[in-house]
């Protein structure tokens, strides 16, 4: 057991971001290093995201979106897949009543209908037990990738056009951002990734134009509570100029 920094940095709390994603990255790499099965590092990965989402709630955050699953994560070994989708149905039904219990609002970005029906059954019960909440949202994107919800916006609003539901001059980025899995949600102020990769793997494409990006050297199980405070407060000293100067 080494000695961990645990002393608290100074946080502006009336500056913190309104939305905040985290690509967690580096499960895997995590348990190879200690010599364990990559599904050990999932499950460490998903007790850190606990902790996360509690912190999260705790600096009054409203919304904080996970990378979970991603359209391209079904090209891994049939193992590792079906392993993932257990812990998701594990998540769920250790967390649900906490989650209840704290008016925390589910939302899924992302297709659900491909998977597996007992995985599908949990998250939309969870889906339904939560959506009257309003503390904060918690955005798990579940088979999600950034073209895919692209292209069905386009697909939707092709067909609102053709149905003459809508004019051409009706379709601006609002109209557009209404028919993405983040409808009605601010867009990312922070994006953090973990394990030292700097890519967005097909995150939040649309979403992330002017989100600040905070990368972590970090494997996502040992990104704690002090990690995610540092990257806010980087955040904080960042200056955000929106394309004017
Ligand atoms: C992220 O960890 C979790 C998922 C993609 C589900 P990885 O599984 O990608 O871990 P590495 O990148 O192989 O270390
Ligand atoms: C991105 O991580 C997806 C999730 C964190 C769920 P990956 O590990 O799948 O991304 P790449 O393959 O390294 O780009
Ligand atoms: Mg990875």
Request: zero cysteines.
């Given at each position: 057991m080494f000695f961990k920094k645990t002393k608290e940095m100074p946080i502006e709390l009336d500056n913190l971001p309104k939305h905040v994603a985290f690509i967690m990255d580096g499960n895997g790499r995590w348990a190879k290093r200690r010599g364990l099965p990559r599904l050990m590092g999932h499950n460490a990965g998903t007790e850190m995201l606990k902790r996360i989402v509690i912190e999260s709630k705790k600096l009054k955050i409203e919304n904080i979106t996970f990378y979970a699953f991603s359209t391209e994560n079904w090209r891994r070994p049939e193992d590792e897949v079906n392993g993932l989708m257990d812990i998701l149905v594990k998540f769920f039904r250790s967390e649900i009543d906490e989650i209840v219990e704290n008016k925390v609002k589910i939302n899924i970005f992302g297709?659900?209908?491909?998977?597996p029906k007992y995985a599908k059954t949990e998250v939309l019960r969870a889906i339904e037990r939560t959506?009257?909440?309003?503390?904060m949202n918690f955005n798990i994107a579940l088979n999600y990738g950034g073209r895919d919800e692209i292209i069905r916006a386009v697909k939707e609003i092709a067909t609102e056009y053709k149905s003459e539901k809508?004019?051409?001059?009706?379709?601006d980025e609002s109209l557009f951002s209404d028919h993405?899995?983040?409808?009605g949600l601010p867009d990312p102020d922070l994006l953090i990734r973990t394990s030292g990769e700097q890519r967005l793997?097909?995150?939040m494409l649309w979403q992330v134009a002017y989100t600040e990006f905070v990368f972590d050297e970090h494997y996502w199980p040992d990104f704690d509570e002090t990690l995610y405070r540092s990257a806010l407060i980087k955040y904080q000293k960042r200056h955000r100029r929106f394309g004017a100067i």
């Open positions: 297709d659900i209908d491909v998977l959506q009257h909440h309003t503390e809508i004019a051409l001059d009706d379709i993405l899995f983040s409808k793997s097909n995150f």
